[in-house]
């Protein structure tokens, strides 16, 4: 599992390395996250879930039928919005009221 870090939307913000229990992103000289060792990553995606401008892309691999598809979360408001982008090229949102997210 791993993921790729755009350094287009990266803010800088390092909330990535604070959630990363590996220690595996780190910065570059610009403020940039970006991960040293993708194939070290666990795949536990604390980063992507604390990412809110969604610059993490989390691969989903094959073991879990995405078959290299990508998602990104995005936070707008009280809604977190998951982004899967397949590799057909077809993408899916799935919106989740952050108010209703413990409700069931």
């Keep these: ?8 939307q990266c803010v800088g913000c390092k909330k990535c390395i604070d959630v990363c229990p590996g220690s595996l ?5 610009d403020g940039k996250a970006f991960i040293k060792y993708p ?11 604390e990412c809110k401008t969604g ?7 094959a073991d879990i039928g995405g078959m ?18 397949k590799y057909t090229g077809d993408t899916e949102t799935i ?8 409700k069931y």
Excluded: H, P, R
Excluded at 1 to 8: D, E, R
Excluded at 39 to 49: I, N, R
Excluded at 55 to 61: C, D, V
Excluded at 95 to 102: A, L, P, T, V
């Design 68 to 85: 290299g598809s990508k998602m990104t979360v995005k936070e707008q408001g009280d809604t977190i919005l998951w982004k899967i982008e």
């Design 1 to 8: 599992m791993s993921i790729m870090i755009s350094k287009k």
């Design 39 to 49: 194939k070290d990553c666990w795949g536990c995606t604390s980063c992507l879930k």
């Design 55 to 61: 610059a993490i892309a989390f691969y989903l691999g």
């Design 25 to 29: 992103i780190k910065t570059d000289k």
């Design 95 to 102: 919106e989740i009221n952050k108010k209703d997210s413990n």
